[in-house]
């Protein structure tokens, strides 16, 4: 299962947002379906959303209030516990690739910054440009915005309106594991240095086979404070099923803090769920016996 952002997608874009899902979900089902771990499924599916310039992840993310991409990831292993990830990283594409080394190859769970980075490039991951990640388009939307809301006199960044397009996958392979991974360039004009919920464990991300993956995506505050990810997991594992719980958790977010977003939440049943309530999500999951994509839920 996949997400792509949840906010009110404006119909122009979609296309893109149903494409990109859609190609996304197509990269872990490669991956799963020739047997392979749900952990290679969430890493690669989130790796071409990365590269997608569509979504707030990797190269054409949200910019900081310096004009600057700073990205976060997490990967989580539900068979091991085994996690991995980064904050505020500057010059990695695949900020993912980099959470995946730190799961596999570091004691550690979470690195931020250059020691994030220097441990990637000496894992092989190769370092680019600040620069490199930024679009035009990017620049232009941060300094509307800057415009607007010195204008304003203050912003509108948390509405719903206001694109959230963080990447997330969950999967279940052949051997009954779970997994997940997230991955943003979190909130337009956020200060240098904030990490928001995408890549903290149990609150943007979280996968355990005993109770359940989750992947989160809205606006990151409100879903931190209630450790969002970790909360629908341990309903999960008190015997609530994937599909009401993903609804309460959405509901529990307005209902307690007034937050918004969505949420991917699948088992080791492969029983799952898809909620939102922000005016859009754009979503896609595969089974063997059903695939199905979306924009609404
Ligand atoms: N949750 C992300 C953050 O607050 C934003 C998003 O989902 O697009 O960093």
Redesign the pocket.
Known sequence: MVHG??WAIPDEMVEAHVRGVRNALAAGWNILSKGGSSLDAVEETVVVMENDDTF?AGRGSFLNREGKVQL?ALIMDGATLRTGGVGCVEHIANPVRAARKILSESPHVYFVGEGAERFAAQHGIPLCKNEDLILPREVERLSQFQARSSEQGHNDLFAPTI????VGAVALDRNGNIAAATS?G??LNKAPGRL???SLIGC?CYADNQSAAAS??????P?MKLVLAKWAADRVASGSIPEWVAAEAINYLKDRVNGH?GMILLDAQGRFGIAHNTPRMAWAFKASSQEDSGIAR
Do not use: F, Q, V
């Open positions: 952002g949840a707030d976060d694109s959230h397009d963080t943003t979190g909130t928001g919920d995408s943007g989160t995506t809205g606006w990151g505050e879903i977003g």
